[in-house]
């Protein structure tokens, strides 16, 4: 059973920085990717960041330069350092897991990577809120 626990959301100002936790169980070995994806109100889900069970990152582009995505297999955690937030990072950010063979299988009919249906779990969330 794989579950997923985030923390670390707040309220900031813009310009301000973060530091997002996933603790994982039953994520028992490294063929796992690993993500953040997050949701403003009134918004579809929008992925945000990436960490394959190789270490290979990807990033949307509103956050590349800005977000970087860390994990610590020995520790079971997954992290997201968020720096130089703005308002529209404003958002329930979502942990998620999913087997590395399966996406990888099925990500050529895939729109993206970032495609919320590749990934098999998800935590409960955790919200960020950045004022101007």
């Known amino acids: 059973q794989v579950q997923l626990v985030e923390s670390g959301g707040d309220s900031v100002q813009a310009g301000g920085s973060l530091t997002l936790s996933c603790v994982t169980s039953?994520?028992?070995?490294?063929?796992?990717?690993m993500g953040w994806f997050r949701q403003a109100p009134g918004k579809d889900r929008e992925g945000v960041a990436s960490i394959d069970s190789r270490g290979r990152l990807i990033y949307a582009d509103s956050v590349s330069g800005r977000f970087a995505i860390s994990r610590d297999n020995a520790k079971n955690t997954l992290l997201l350092q968020m720096n130089a937030l703005r308002p529209e990072d404003t958002a329930m950010y979502y942990c998620?897991?999913?087997?590395?063979?399966?996406?990888?299988?099925?990500?050529?009919?895939?729109?993206?990577?970032?495609?919320?249906?590749?990934?098999?779990?998800w935590g409960q969330g955790t919200q960020v809120t950045v004022s101007s």
């Open positions: 039953g994520v028992t070995d490294r063929s796992y990717s």
């Open positions: 998620v897991a999913g087997d590395s063979l399966q996406i990888g299988l099925l990500l050529p009919s895939a729109p993206s990577l970032f495609t919320p249906e590749l990934w098999d779990y």
